[in-house]
């Protein structure tokens, strides 16, 4: 009998009997409720952090619209006005989590100005000079090309918007003037668009608090977020006169002259835009911001002809930026500041190249890519690659500035450094730290949980198989050497971690010293979750069901000694509850697979209560209810929002939070002028 998740109980029908059952109905709370609740999440620091904020914010678009679509719901109920409609857990992942993601993304790369301005972007310096043009004038007419090319009103273009194609690791994200709250277009409901949703110009952060370093983690997340965004939105097509989805059919439906890229012409614009930028950021990633250890240079990386045995060329850990200009930033000098090689750099720009190749993946051999991409990189308005470095051969390849062969050169360079210089053959696991010259000895929990994520999203793109949000999805692969080599050194991380890393009483240790052995410290959470997550990629990939028994174990352990049942949150070290973005990001990504991959069937000998849906949606509910919205406006992860998540400025409201919850409006949140909508550390606290 096929196994069938849930008892094939109705996903509907639970959900709705949870709000019973759970008393999950997340409700809105008054500013005098507010003063009873029992715990505090207080904020420890207003730093934004580049790398664990995209990271988090991946995991909640993962766990958003995604799946909550997977477990049955029609997203068309969705209405951000409608709280908690049609279910309070279909509200908070499909607008809360969906809504947090995508508009934490905008404000890194279009509107705080935190890195590189896209005008001096290494393509669109090529697009000036090859039109004799100056590059504002090159950057203004490229984006009127991209408009075009997803029918998208050219006069509806964001106004001052500071598009990145590099971004920094840290800033502070304080407004520095006040935001234009000022009505822009209203409604017959007394609610109005306020002008900075139009013009950016007054969400600037402070550049001079900036921590100007180029950390492949950093601009890695930032990668990540845009692909998988891009590939959502260029994912199929839509018709002009009624901007209706298509589904893609064909690599050449947008000859049509009524049908355009994009699944509608607005997605369809920040698809491009999204694009545009990351192949900006691969062209200076891949000219110059390797680091060779023989020499102590940056160079230029090599992809295909790549060979570490003749001298390691890597991404160092950090490159300091010397700026030239305020308006519009540019690099006029980098210095490698830390060029060491951390496991968390490489993972976190493997897993977004690896998204984007899925996307621009122009191999002829491979017959599973969605038309729509196809359609996106056939010259217009990206540029195709050349043949040379799409057949079979990479003995014929050349260098060449299309999307397509700049992501190949960059992915297979980090995926060989990966094994190279963190994989230790000998023990079957991945090493943390290596400097240049020698491998470290130390294996992360956490880190080589996610390193094994992003090689799961590695052999899919590599061999063929649908990713970002299909990446769950079987089809026949192409069985590429470099794919074998993914899942060999998959299963070895992941036996490894079964072996010699979980202990008696289900958990698994923080870390393991090669030759010392496991670490003795209290277990975090995050090594847990870290497990979880990288020992569900390889079940999904290798569906050995011995990987997913060893997560389910992690999960329920985790569930059973670190849940607090009287504050509904998990204790993240001992008795201490504090929240990183790191922390929710595997915490969001958790629950996901909870509900998806590891929730009990029929045919499990072992039924755990905590991977009941029921319970599992308990928690989902609670993390967002109390640790990311948090007990008051001025407690809690997530530290403001935009209308997208229901809080809509009406004429006369001067709340700053017109939806009741705990979060504010962005000018009302922190500071003289208001916070970005980002997340912060907290620490959670029993008040009795």
């Given amino acids: 009998m096929k196994n069938r998740p849930w008892k094939a109980m109705s996903t509907l029908g639970i959900v709705a009997s949870l709000l019973v059952a759970t008393g999950c109905t997340q409700k809105q709370i008054t500013s005098e409720e507010k003063q009873d609740v029992n715990y505090s999440a207080s904020v420890m620091n207003y730093?934004?952090?580049?790398?664990?904020?995209?990271?988090?914010?991946?995991?909640?678009?993962?766990?958003?619209?995604?799946?909550?679509?997977?477990?049955?719901l029609d997203l068309d109920l969705l209405d951000p006005q409608k709280v908690n409609k049609p279910t309070a857990?279909?509200?908070?992942?499909?607008?809360?989590?969906?809504?947090?993601?995508?508009?934490?993304?905008?404000?890194?790369?279009?509107?705080?100005?935190?890195?590189?301005?896209?005008?001096?972007?290494?393509?669109?310096?090529?697009?000036?000079?090859?039109?004799?043009?100056?590059?504002p004038q090159a950057l203004e007419e490229r984006f009127y090309q991209l408009a075009e090319s997803v029918g998208y009103d050219k006069g509806e273009i964001f106004r001052n918007m500071y598009p990145t194609f590099m971004e920094y690791s840290k800033g502070d994200p304080h407004y520095i003037q006040k935001v234009d709250t000022s009505a822009y277009a209203e409604s017959d409901d007394k609610t109005y668009t306020p002008v900075y949703q139009v013009d950016f110009k007054t969400l600037r952060w402070d550049r001079d608090k900036m921590d100007k370093i180029l950390m492949p983690a950093a601009y890695g997340g930032a990668f990540l977020k845009q692909a998988l965004w891009a590939g959502d939105f260029l994912s199929g097509f839509h018709t002009v006169d009624k901007d209706e989805e298509l589904e893609a059919e064909a690599p050449d439906q947008d000859k049509d002259a009524n049908i355009r890229l994009g699944v509608s012409a607005a997605d369809g614009f920040q698809g491009v835009i999204l694009t545009e930028e990351i192949w900006n950021?691969?062209?200076?990633?891949?000219?110059?911001?390797?680091?060779?250890?023989?020499?102590?240079?940056?160079?230029?990386?090599?992809?295909?002809?790549?060979?570490?045995?003749?001298?390691?060329?890597?991404?160092?850990?950090?490159?300091?930026?010397?700026?030239?200009?305020?308006?519009?930033?540019?690099?006029?000098?980098?210095?490698?500041?830390?060029?060491?090689?951390?496991?968390?750099?490489?993972?976190?720009?493997?897993?977004?190249?690896?998204?984007?190749?899925?996307?621009?993946d122009q191999r002829q051999e491979n017959k599973n890519v969605?038309?729509?991409?196809?359609?996106?990189?056939?010259?217009?308005?990206?540029?195709?690659?050349?043949?040379?470095?799409?057949?079979?051969?990479?003995?014929?390849?050349?260098?060449?500035?299309?999307?397509?062969?700049l992501n190949r050169d960059v992915l297979l360079q980090v995926f060989k450094n990966l094994q190279a210089m963190h994989f230790n053959k000998e023990a079957g696991a991945f090493i943390n730290i290596h400097d240049g010259q020698k491998q470290g000895d130390?294996?992360?929990?956490?880190?080589?949980?996610?390193?094994?994520?992003?090689?799961?999203i590695f052999q899919r793109a590599i061999d063929g198989l649908p990713v970002g949000y299909a990446s769950g999805e079987d089809a026949q692969g192409l069985q590429t050497e470099e794919g074998k080599l993914a899942l060999d050194m998959m299963k070895k991380q992941a036996d490894f971690m079964i072996e010699k890393m979980m202990t008696k009483d289900g958990l698994i240790v923080n870390g393991f010293t090669i030759g010392k052995g496991p670490d003795e410290k209290a277990a975090t959470l995050e090594a847990q979750l870290g497990a979880v997550r990288g020992l569900t990629a390889t079940y999904l990939s290798t569906k050995e069901e011995k990987y997913r028994e060893a997560a389910r174990t992690i999960y329920n352990a985790v569930d059973t000694?670190?849940?607090?049942?009287?504050?509904?949150?998990?204790?993240?070290?001992?008795?201490?509850?504090?929240?990183?973005p790191y922390t929710a990001a595997s915490i969001s990504a958790a629950f996901r697979l909870a509900l998806l991959n590891l929730g009990n069937m029929e045919s499990d000998k072992q039924q755990y209560p905590?991977?009941?849906?029921?319970?599992?949606?308990?928690?989902?509910?609670?993390?967002?209810?109390?640790?990311?919205?948090?007990?008051?406006?001025?407690?809690?992860?997530q530290v403001s929002e935009f209308w997208d998540t229901g809080d809509s400025y009406k004429k006369g409201d001067k709340t700053g939070n017109t939806d009741k919850d705990n979060v504010p409006q962005v000018q009302a949140g922190h500071g003289k002028y208001g916070i970005a909508p980002i997340l912060v550390d907290i620490e959670v606290k029993n008040k009795n």
């Fill in 610 to 637: 905590s991977l009941e849906k029921e319970t599992v949606i308990s928690r989902y509910m609670d993390f967002y209810d109390r640790v990311i919205d948090g007990p008051s406006l001025k407690e809690g992860m």
């Fill in 442 to 456: 130390y294996v992360d929990a956490f880190e080589a949980g996610y390193t094994l994520e992003a090689l799961r």
């Fill in 561 to 580: 000694k670190m849940w607090d049942k009287k504050l509904k949150v998990y204790k993240t070290e001992g008795d201490s509850m504090k929240y990183t």
């Fill in 281 to 360: 950021k691969l062209a200076y990633i891949r000219d110059g911001l390797f680091y060779d250890a023989n020499t102590k240079q940056l160079v230029k990386g090599s992809g295909t002809q790549y060979n570490p045995a003749n001298g390691f060329v890597y991404l160092p850990h950090a490159i300091k930026v010397t700026e030239e200009g305020q308006d519009a930033a540019k690099a006029s000098n980098l210095e490698v500041s830390d060029s060491r090689s951390l496991l968390r750099d490489q993972w976190m720009m493997l897993w977004p190249a690896s998204e984007f190749y899925g996307m621009t």
């Fill in 370 to 405: 969605n038309p729509a991409f196809r359609a996106a990189f056939d010259g217009v308005p990206f540029a195709a690659a050349p043949q040379e470095n799409t057949d079979a051969a990479t003995n014929n390849d050349v260098i060449a500035y299309d999307a397509y062969s």
């Fill in 47 to 72: 730093n934004f952090d580049t790398a664990g904020n995209m990271l988090a914010y991946a995991e909640f678009e993962l766990s958003g619209e995604p799946l909550a679509e997977a477990l049955g």
């Fill in 89 to 135: 857990f279909d509200y908070t992942a499909g607008v809360e989590s969906y809504e947090y993601s995508e508009e934490a993304m905008y404000e890194l790369v279009e509107k705080s100005g935190l890195g590189l301005h896209l005008i001096n972007g290494p393509i669109v310096d090529k697009m000036a000079k090859e039109s004799g043009k100056q590059a």
